[in-house]
């Protein structure tokens, strides 16, 4: 008896020293950036000490430089729009996937999902004309369609295979009682969906909220700027002054965070359902 | 054509239109252009000049294409024997009977995730910096000076820097994924394996590997794809520097294309990385024996 | 749970609606009877309002014209220029560094041809026509086949040593005139306790260049440089490999920061070296002691100077030659611009009384004609002055401005190749030998 409970403490300590270890490798870069932002000068005082004065004049500094409010809105709007229409979008193709037979379906299937492996850059300089023809350019309306565009391929992805293990038979009832496709997908399938979407919700949120290059490719004026955009031009503007820069990136992060905090459950969720089924 | 086939076929058009049309216009074209363009040799400013199968020679002779494809796949191992193992390790230590604290370690343990590649790379640049940066330090007060490396300007510790920092963002993506298909996985299997007499490991083994088989195979699937096509860390972080060191297939592709100008040629390394990403994920799924679309095993 | 679900339909709706209206309202608001001209730079501050202060003062003298300036960070500028550029909508002002740099775009028709118009318009109320209110020489790198293409507007740059004057009193160094006493200088230091005296982050490669610039520039001259481009010599001259293999030595003295190769200039990496009295000297342009103000206040700032590089005892270059240009920034105006004139009338703003005068403030001096008075205000700004119109000849970056992009990009890959001690010498000059030819052709006989 002694000697099973000797092994499980020699257990439990192990276990919460190795938790540890991760949470310090974790944590620790975080904690580094919180203390170089509040920082006078990021050099004044030593690695392991607490800045000199907490220099919460570095976050009034960022929060007074004009359009921060401006880039917070347009990143807000261009993200739920493309969120929604991502997960609107997604969730037709992947019912048409899994419940309609047509040839060629498998081929479009793998056509969508190959997107995934799509290099980013090769596609600039031809999103960047058509984005232009169609007269959009530098407004929030450019951002959207590549957003949408590039998170269907894995939003179709889990769909489609959360949509493959529902039963199929409140389908069939709905269908012998007069629903049309149209019907079942909206009062069967999709309620069923429910939490696959709203964690895909999450998933996509966080994609695209942090995107950034095609943010600087399709808008200039800092009128139509997203976040991620004005962080990194922030970061252009004050160069070598480190600890402002550190307070930039903490800026850029707190929207995620805050995210996080409020909807820790969901935003689990959304992450697990990237490859639980398939 | 009876009612309900004729409904299902206006609801299959309907409803698979929108997605097409948009994924059409950003996605399925800019492939067959870049492809167009790798035949041609173009500065982006004057006429394409048609140079027809010459990037393509060239680019199998070329020794910097092949180093960047092997850091790729170097990258791509370390995801997957590397990140997504340790996934599954964290996983299993947060499941756990005899943890405390688990929900604390869970919340802190998810954030990098939420970071954007750039946020990383800049936080990271510093945190390696070798005089200012926490890890020489670290490694100086506890005794150990000899350890400390110029992380990022080294050619010898640079990618291993990469590795760890993209370890570092994502072992934790990997970790939600394993921990949610543990939480699946049903009690009553190892409570009858414990009353059998198995042993921790033993139940390990053959209860729950099996039944996580599928995930671990997706989740490696991602990871080797993601990888492949790996570049705003790096970007941030080393620029595909020093001399090469850090240098994947597509910050080459970028350099050549905004850097040297050649527009063609970037498309050509561009068309490569593409195939050889979609190569990769097929083969390995291949040899996984797991079929995408069924869901099932092969 | 479903109330949630509906709950962000409908949140999302109401975003849709909210652009949509937003959209209307905002476009409605911009006075569609003025001319809009689009303006893109790369200046941080605190020159980005200073820039804007010139846009307001161009605005008011001419109220029908709009200038929308842009600023961005200098990288994504690179990138995003090339792709505007590639895809034939660039704004309608840009800037590079001018002359090979900018040749393909001028040679492909996508800048305007101003000789004519900066001769005969003035510059602002000054009653000088444009050509004139700037030197002679600010127009060189923006002629080309005898025709103007651009205008300067931002600031001389050469390169000089900045170096902190308490340290080397602390250490009783003093300003070398040789190379030989500056590499005595390096060791001096070393024994005093600065392992890696020599500030350098070179991730972005072109930091290392200034080494590969100065040091070949003492050996053999700015006319080698300029024989290798006309195809009249060839880079196996023993010059250059002497000049890498001083690079070398260099590094393996341990001159230069710990990790340089991985040191990032635009966060600062290595100037906070100096900032730390871990490094007592960096050789890049004479605008550096500018960013310290900022970074880490006048108290550092007024401990810093700047030094010439040494000459080389037994060069053959004159030791008088700068490695630098007159402008750095060359604005040019596209030829999708459709209001030509204006654009032209605007850029001058950039450098009017007001601007210089702000500048010279923090040490950067325009290349405008007669601005003597003002410089005896600014003794920093006329050191600067007076020392680059001092040299004999001015050698033009390599990276940016001496090359087309691609040789230009080449060099930097070598010489970053060097300093990591990645490749000999010899296997240097074979690499740029096999690059120039395929730039700008074979040697000529």
Redesign the interface.
């Known amino acids: 008896m002694r000697e099973y409970v000797v092994r499980k403490y020699v257990w439990t300590c192990s276990l919460i020293v190795i938790a540890i270890v991760w949470l310090v490798f974790t944590g620790y870069p975080l904690i580094f950036l919180a203390q170089g932002s509040l920082k006078e000068?990021?050099?004044e005082s030593g690695i392991w000490e607490l800045p000199k004065h907490f220099a919460f004049s570095n976050y009034a500094k960022i929060f007074a430089s004009g359009l921060l409010y401006r880039y917070f809105i347009n990143s807000?709007?261009i993200v739920?729009?493309s969120?929604?229409l991502i997960v609107l979008l997604s969730s037709m193709a992947s019912y048409i996937f899994t419940r309609i037979q047509f040839p060629g379906k498998r081929l479009l299937f793998i056509l969508f999902v190959s997107g995934l492996m799509i290099p980013i850059h090769s596609t600039?300089?031809p999103v960047?004309?058509f984005t232009?023809k169609i007269g959009i350019?530098d407004?929030?309306?450019a951002l959207i369609g590549p957003y949408v565009a590039w998170n269907l391929p894995l939003t179709i992805f889990i769909l489609t295979a959360f949509m493959q293990d529902l039963p199929k038979e409140l389908d069939d009832a709905a269908a012998i009682d007069g629903c049309s496709p149209i019907g079942i997908y909206w009062r069967i399938v999709l309620?069923l969906c429910?939490p696959a979407?709203?964690a895909l919700?999450m998933l996509n949120f966080i994609f695209c909220w942090n995107e950034f290059l095609y943010a600087?490719?399709l808008v200039?004026?800092?009128?139509s700027r997203t976040v991620p955009l004005g962080i990194?031009?922030y970061?252009?503007?004050?160069?070598?002054?480190?600890s402002l820069?550190m307070t930039v990136v903490m800026v850029g992060v707190l929207p995620m965070l805050v995210v996080y905090a409020f909807l820790k459950k969901q935003v689990i969720r959304g992450m697990t359902f990237t490859g639980l089924k398939g | 054509m009876t009612s309900i086939k004729r409904a299902k076929l206006i609801t299959g058009i309907l409803f698979m239109t929108p997605s097409l049309v948009i994924y059409s216009l950003y996605m399925i074209i800019p492939v067959p252009y870049a492809l167009y363009l790798s035949f041609f040799r173009w500065?982006?400013?004057?006429p394409k000049i048609l140079v027809e199968i010459s990037n393509w020679g060239r680019i199998l002779v070329d020794s910097v294409f092949r180093k960047s494809l092997l850091n790729s796949i170097y990258i791509g191992v370390a995801c997957i024997f590397l990140q997504v193992p340790l996934g599954l390790f964290i996983a299993l230590l947060l499941v756990a009977k005899h943890l405390k604290g688990k929900k604390v370690f869970q919340t802190v343990y998810v954030i990098p995730l939420l970071l954007s590649a750039v946020a990383v790379g800049?936080l990271w640049?510093?945190y390696?910096?070798?005089?200012?940066g926490v890890v020489n330090n670290f490694l100086l007060t506890v005794g150990l000076p000899n350890l400390r490396?110029?992380?990022?300007?080294?050619?010898s510790t640079?990618l291993f820097a990469v590795i760890v920092v993209e370890v570092w963002q994502f072992a934790p993506l990997y970790m939600l994924i394993f921990g949610a298909a543990l939480s699946e996985v049903p009690q009553h299997l190892y409570e009858a394996a414990v009353i059998d007499g198995a042993s921790s490991l033993e139940c390990f083994w053959h209860i729950t590997i099996p039944l996580i088989r599928g995930v671990y195979i997706t989740a490696t699937t991602i990871a080797l794809v993601g990888s492949i096509k790996m570049f705003d860390l790096v970007w941030v972080m080393?620029?595909g520097?020093?001399?090469r060191a850090t240098e994947l297939m597509a910050t080459y592709m970028y350099?050549q294309?905004?850097?040297?100008?050649?527009?063609g040629y970037g498309a050509t390394i561009g068309v490569a990385l593409f195939g050889i990403a979609f190569g990769l994920g097929i083969l390995w799924l291949r040899l996984m024996k797991h079929s995408v679309l069924s869901g099932q095993k092969v | 749970?479903?109330g949630?679900?509906i709950g962000?339909?409908l949140?999302?709706m109401l975003?849709?609606i909210?652009?949509v209206l937003?959209?209307l309202v905002?476009s409605s608001s911009v006075a569609l009877s003025k001319k809009v001209i689009?303006f893109?730079y790369?200046e941080?501050?605190p020159f980005?309002t200073m820039i804007e202060d010139s846009i307001k003062r161009f605005e008011e003298a001419n109220p029908d014209v709009d200038i929308?300036g842009?600023?961005?960070?200098?990288?994504?500028y690179?990138?995003?220029i090339?792709?505007?550029?590639?895809?034939g909508?660039p704004?309608d002002i840009w800037f590079l560094w001018g002359d090979e740099g900018v040749r393909?775009?001028i040679?492909?028709g996508?800048v305007h041809d101003i000789t004519d118009l900066v001769h005969e318009m003035d510059a602002m109320e000054t009653g000088v026509p444009i050509y004139d209110y700037f030197l002679p020489t600010a127009w060189d790198l923006v002629t080309q086949k005898g025709r103007i293409w651009g205008m300067p507007g931002c600031m001389i740059t050469f390169c000089v040593f900045t170096y902190n004057k308490s340290l080397f009193n602390r250490y009783g160094v003093t300003i070398p005139e040789t190379y030989s006493e500056l590499k005595s200088l390096i060791v001096k230091l070393q024994q005093a306790g600065l392992e890696h005296p020599v500030a350098l982050a070179?991730?972005?490669?072109w930091a290392g260049l200034y080494w590969l610039a100065m040091i070949s520039l003492r050996l053999g001259g700015i006319d080698l440089w300029e024989k290798v481009r006309s195809r009249d010599a060839s880079f196996t001259n023993p010059v250059f490999v002497k000049t890498f293999e001083e690079n070398q030595e260099l590094v393996r003295m341990g001159a230069f920061?710990?990790?340089?190769?991985?040191?990032?200039w635009?966060?600062?990496?290595d100037?906070?070296?100096m900032?730390?009295e871990?490094a007592a000297l960096a050789l890049y342009d004479n605008d550096l002691p500018d960013?310290m103000v900022?970074?880490?206040?006048t108290e550092f700032f007024e401990k810093v100077d700047v030094f010439p590089f040494p000459r080389i005892v037994g060069g053959k270059g004159d030791p008088n030659t700068g490695y630098g240009t007159p402008g750095a920034h060359f604005f040019h105006v596209s030829k999708t611009c459709p209001y030509l004139k204006e654009a032209v009338e605007f850029i001058p703003y950039l450098s009017d009384r007001i601007a210089i005068e702000e500048r010279l403030r923090y040490g950067r001096v325009l290349p405008v004609k007669g601005i003597e008075d003002l410089l005896v205000k600014y003794p920093r700004a006329a050191n600067i002055y007076d020392l680059f119109f001092g040299f004999g000849r001015v050698l033009a970056n390599l990276d940016v401005i001496f090359f087309l992009?691609?040789m230009g990009?080449e060099i930097m890959?070598v010489s970053?190749?060097v300093l990591?001690l990645?490749i000999t010498p010899e296997e240097a000059v074979k690499r740029l030998d096999e690059a120039i030819t395929a730039a700008y052709g074979p040697l000529r006989k």
């Open positions: 000068r990021f050099f807000i709007m739920f729009i969120v929604f600039l300089i960047y004309i232009n350019y407004t929030i309306w309620p429910k979407i709203v919700t600087l490719i200039s004026s800092p009128e990194y031009t970061q252009g503007q004050f160069w070598g002054n480190i820069v | 500065n982006g400013i004057s800049i640049k510093f390696l910096d070798p005089t200012f490396r110029p992380w990022l300007g080294d050619t640079a080393t620029e520097g020093p001399s350099k294309t905004f850097h040297r100008l050649e527009f | 749970m479903i949630k679900r962000k339909r949140v999302s975003v849709i909210g652009g937003l959209l905002g689009t893109w790369i941080p501050e980005a929308k842009v600023q961005y960070p200098h990288q994504q690179k990138t995003k090339r792709v505007v550029l590639a895809a909508n704004p393909p775009y040679e492909a996508m070179n991730k972005a490669k920061s710990e990790g340089f190769q991985g040191l990032d635009d966060a600062g990496q100037r906070a070296l900032y730390t871990k960013y900022t970074e880490a206040g992009p691609e990009d890959d970053q190749d990591g990645e």
